[in-house]
């Protein structure tokens, strides 16, 4: 037997801590009538952002799009939706 000590109960005290996850999903209607503060502060709430696009979607998203980008969160558009997550909620699109 070699001398690996794995302490469970410091594992799962840290698997709760890095689980927790704050936030809702937000749906909405990307249209350009929402002020791109607004998708921002949900964004640094820890939502995630549903959007529906009526318009140019790089038009429509400019005013957030690079911000988040920055913070580390993630935009991905799927067939007329806009999805935006917060830094630390990854989108796969393995299954494309």
């Known amino acids: 037997m070699s ?3 794995l ?3 410091t594992v799962e ?3 709760d801590e890095e689980l927790d996850i704050e ?3 937000i749906l909405g209607m990307l249209d350009g009538t ?3 503060e607004e998708w921002l502060e949900a964004i640094s709430k820890g939502n995630v952002l549903v959007l ?3 318009g140019d979607v790089n038009e429509l998203a400019s ?3 690079r911000d988040i980008k920055e913070s580390g969160g993630n935009l991905v558009h799927f067939r007329g939706f806009l999805l935006v997550t917060p830094p ?3 989108v796969s699109t393995d299954r494309l």
């Open 3 to 5: 001398d690996f000590d």
């Open 7 to 9: 302490d469970l109960r």
């Open 13 to 15: 005290e840290h698997i």
């Open 23 to 25: 936030g809702s999903i």
């Open 34 to 36: 929402t002020p791109a």
């Open 52 to 54: 529906n696009v009526d």
């Open 63 to 65: 005013g957030f799009a």
């Open 88 to 90: 630390g909620v990854d």
